[in-house]
């Protein structure tokens, strides 16, 4: 074949290649090293005069340079189609997959669980189904205590198998306390979060349903001054920064001295636990000699730390089912 053919039929090849293997068969037609068409001609240009060789080896040479190129580009050219079919375009608009997220109060659990495991508190868990005497007597609140009234109630009809006691939802975390003193020696420091119910009027800072974590640290001189630094330590890494806090006095049948913490939002005072250092009859139940141990106690509220975290201004958001506000946490 003499050049002009060897084009005319390479650039027809070309035109029909579909696939990058076709152009692979192409270049070993025309460049392949023992037939190639471009090759043989190449090869056969020592025969030719002196001439025609100085016409035809540049133009044989240059057909060689122009056939390389187009087989390069196409070859190129398939590539990607083939890489194309396999990755993603990005020039095409997303699609957001929809992950879940961990709830805000959850989220505020676990921040809280952080610090203090980080203080050296141990974790404890509770039942929320309780007997009268851990929600109550143990805590030094006997039947027809006026104070039992600081609690409102949801009893359940059902007594407890062993005992026949009356049963109850627990009104707050505190029983945790007496069932881990029952069972524990001092030294130790716990906490327990868990969920309490209350019968009462629901509003924008009360719930019938939420959420406590309790405390405990018992050790041989534990005071309030210990209780004032560890929440001090807890207040400031929770809220990542100074807040302005409140002690004030009050009362709790199983702590004396009795206190209860708030915290100011918006110029508002908001409370946020009850404290103390738990009463020597509490300790007395549990077979503890309360001239060798002392110990504090509190119970926080997890909804309030979170409506001061994040600014929330209304408790019933956090059980309103309203998608819309869970999602501003993702
Ligand atoms: C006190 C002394 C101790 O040695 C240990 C614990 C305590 C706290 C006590 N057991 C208690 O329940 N106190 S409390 O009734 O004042 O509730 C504690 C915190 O729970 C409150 O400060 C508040 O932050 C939150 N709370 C109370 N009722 C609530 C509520 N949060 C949402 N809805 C309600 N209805």
């Given amino acids: 074949m003499d050049l002009e053919s060897v084009k005319r ?8 290649a579909n696939t990058g293997d076709d152009i ?27 001439e025609e060789k100085r016409v035809m080896g540049p133009l044989a040479n240059e057909l060689r340079q122009e056939i390389e190129s187009i087989l390069r580009i196409r070859q190129g050219e398939f590539h990607s189609l083939s890489r194309e079919a396999t990755t993603i375009d990005i020039t095409m608009p997303g699609e ?11 989220q505020v659990e676990n921040d809280i669980q952080g610090i203090f ?19 109550f007597d143990a805590l030094n609140i006997p039947l027809h205590h006026p104070a039992r009234d600081m609690w409102d109630t949801f009893w359940l009809k059902t007594k407890s ?20 003193m029952e069972t524990h020696k001092p030294p130790f420091q716990i906490i327990s979060p868990g969920r309490v119910f209350r019968f009462e009027a629901i509003d924008a800072t009360h719930e019938i349903n939420f959420h406590q974590v309790e405390g405990l640290m018992m050790g041989k001189s534990v005071s309030v001054a210990n209780f004032k630094y560890v929440i001090g330590l807890f207040l400031k890494q929770f809220f990542g920064k100074e807040v302005e806090v409140r002690f004030r006095p009050s009362y709790f049948p ?16 908001l409370e946020v636990m009850g404290a103390g250092m738990v009463h020597r009859k509490v300790l007395e139940g549990v077979n503890y000699d309360p001239e060798i141990w002392q110990g504090f106690a509190f119970g926080l509220g997890l909804e309030r730390f979170a409506m001061i975290k994040y600014n929330i201004h209304d408790v019933r958001l956090f059980y309103s089912g309203d998608m819309r506000f869970i999602h501003q946490f993702n």
């Fill in 9 to 16: 039929s390479f650039y027809k090849d070309v035109e029909r």
């Fill in 24 to 50: 692979e068969k192409i270049r070993i037609a025309y460049l392949g090293r023992e037939k190639g068409h471009i090759t043989l001609i190449l090869r056969s240009i020592k025969d030719l005069s002196l």
């Fill in 96 to 106: 957001k997959a929809s992950l879940g997220h961990i709830h805000p109060l959850t």
């Fill in 117 to 135: 495991k980080s203080l050296n508190f141990a974790f404890i868990d509770g039942p929320e189904i309780e007997k009268e005497h851990y929600n």
């Fill in 161 to 180: 198998a062993n005992r026949n006691e009356r049963l109850l939802l627990r009104t707050h975390t505190s029983p945790v306390q007496i069932r881990y």
């Fill in 254 to 269: 199983f702590v004396e001295p009795g206190f209860e913490i708030d915290i100011k939002i918006k110029n508002k005072w």
